[in-house]
């Protein structure tokens, strides 16, 4: 899970975040908005994403990667689009997250846009990218 | 009265760069303003994973494939499992046309990165109301 940077310095391997990125309800939006905050904003350099599309379009490159990289992925609906996708790819997911889920846990909160997140989604996006950043710290914590 | 096909649009939403959310975000002003009762759509990893009910999408909708970068995912993507798409968009062409920078950020989009993906929206729609005329 490690690479060598220079000699006797080593750098591990970013954790791969694939969200669904669905584009019907704000669900694949708010998993979208949480993978970005913690590969850029949270968690940068841990966490690194790719092109879910790129990724099924069976990019080599794309490949390699989720094979060789553990991979958290994010569903927005029960069509598990991104771990079925990530699985068909040979891909190693070692965790995943439904914004389903996070909804139940949050009965008050309501999301409903899906272009421009709302005061909802926004929320459900920053609690989600918390439970990612937390996840990713223990995937690195772990990696030798 | 002739009843016209309503058009899908397909957006690659990639995340690798702002050019994916703006193919995105340029996507759904169309679905849910330029165009509302007109378009229709697919989230393209369900479109790629989907069986014989998913592939049937372009089959029964004339599609317009928005790309964020020249690897034209969804127009491949498209014409791969379904068929060639009536029209595509390739946003990355689109900004270097008109001389604009793609967005710095790929999880929030500025103001000005706001009036890029409508103008995009604007080309869309356009191209939406050219194929239910040509249907």
Redesign the interface.
Known sequence: MSLRKSKGDTVKKPILI???????KSF?SIA??A???VC??LRPGKAD??????L??G?KEARNKVASSKCIVIDGCP?A??K??VV?SEGNVVAEFRVMDLLRENRGLKPKE???LDEDGEKLAKILADKLAEKVDELVEESP | MKIKPKIGVV??????CGL?TLS??A???VL?DLRYDQTV??????F??GETQEHGFAKEYPTIAVDGCN?H??Y??IT?YSKEPAAGFDVEALLKEWGVEEPK???VLDAENVEVAKRIAELLAEKVDEIQEAS
Do not use: Q
């Open positions: 694939l969200p669904c990125s669905g584009i019907g694949g979208r908005d993978t970005f905050r850029d904003e994403t790719l092109c879910l599309s790129l099924v379009m990019d069509l689009c991104s079925n996708n068909r899906v272009t421009f | 957006s690659c939403s990639g995340e690798c994916g995105r975000v996507t759904r002003m849910e759509t697919i989230c393209l990893p369900l790629l994973a690897k995912c969804a491949k993507a791969k950020t790929r999880r």
